[in-house]
């Protein structure tokens, strides 16, 4: 373990940047994919014929849930035993794997089954990627850092959903494009890795723990009072907000054209707009003020428009200027709220050996959970009503925000060994 008198050598500021990208792309690839997926969904309905259950179970096992979920408990173990370069470097190629079924797709179980691939590749990647940021990123600027990645998540889907946009004309083909453009990036991550450095942190920590006569960290290490009150409060804030994003994320454009009837360019074009706001957000507000004010008031304030922007469809109907008001104060609140902060706290509240183990459990927990809930949201937007689902995703919202302003840490401009410090010490 590191101790606050421990600081260990890291990379210059260039690198620093460096590695922060190309592992935040991890955040492009694994946004890209769920909202490939929610675009080219009505295409799929229209062209296989596809069922409510059927459409459920593609957003269930895809990877906005259940397959991530599965894929980010097996490599966050992993990332902590063997180091975080090995699982961000190999893990792209199974992705395009994954992503090659979505291409050639001609029936739904090769949709189903291309997802499943790709979610655990995702899965897999995001806590590598998220502890190395951490670990790499200077004293007073953590923050900043995750906003990169966080940055690098929204810019995904604009890229998806302009590309989408331009390739509406071409239908079904034009969706196979955008699938292939993501898998040509993995292929190119995998490349890029390989001259990445392992994280100093962590191998700083190895060292200390091969030295050390105490067993090394184990996973049951998590399981004392504090790691399990962290656990508690990071995935209770995280799963009720994921709960409303995937929903918003992988169906939002299917709710538009079956609710709101808007054609798909339309949909895929306001989809597009809420996440380059989204992207303003972070790199405004999130990346400029999170290394430097009270986080706890940045997450009610961020939490507060996200409320009143979802309580705006139960309200009134989905028509045109309600939709882009409601994506703009969504987009505006989560650009600073719950999704940097769950990257950012997550990565700051573990020691380093169980750092991306306890994301990964985190993040397992998370979208598992949201798995099981997008089984449902077809039938239930079908049945109970469109109203019904906002008032019910407002509802997840305010938890949501009520957790994180219980729980939100001030961990505002300290280093990574004096927050393990004052865990010892605790």
Known sequence: MTTATDSPVIPDDRTDWKNTILAGLANYIDAGSIVAGSAALALWVETYKLSNNLVGMIGAFGPNAISAGIGALIGGRLCDLFGRKKIYQYDMLFYAFGMLWLVFAMNAWMIVLGFF?????????????WSLIAEMAPKGARGKHSGVAQVLWYMGPV?????????????????RIVFAHLAILALALTFLRSKMQESPRWLEAQAKDAASTAPRARMRDLFTRQHLASMAFLAGMYVFWNLWAGTNGFFFPYILRTVGDQSQA????LQAGSFFIGMLSIALIFMRYADRVNQRTLFFWSAVIQVIGMALLALFPLTLPMAILHIFLMAVGQGFGAQSFFQLWSSEMFPTMLRSTAQGIMFAVVRIVLGFWSF??????STAGF???AWILTGFLMISGIIGMIGAPRNEGKSLEELEAARQAA
């Open 117 to 129: 691939l790709v979610g655990l590749a995702v899965g897999a990647d995001i806590p590598a990627s």
């Open 159 to 175: 890229v998806v959903l302009l590309m989408f946009l331009v390739l509406t004309p071409l239908g079904l083909l034009g969706a």
């Open 266 to 269: 339309m949909a895929v074009a």
């Open 376 to 381: 449902f949201v077809p039938f239930l937007t």
């Open 387 to 389: 109203h019904t689902l």
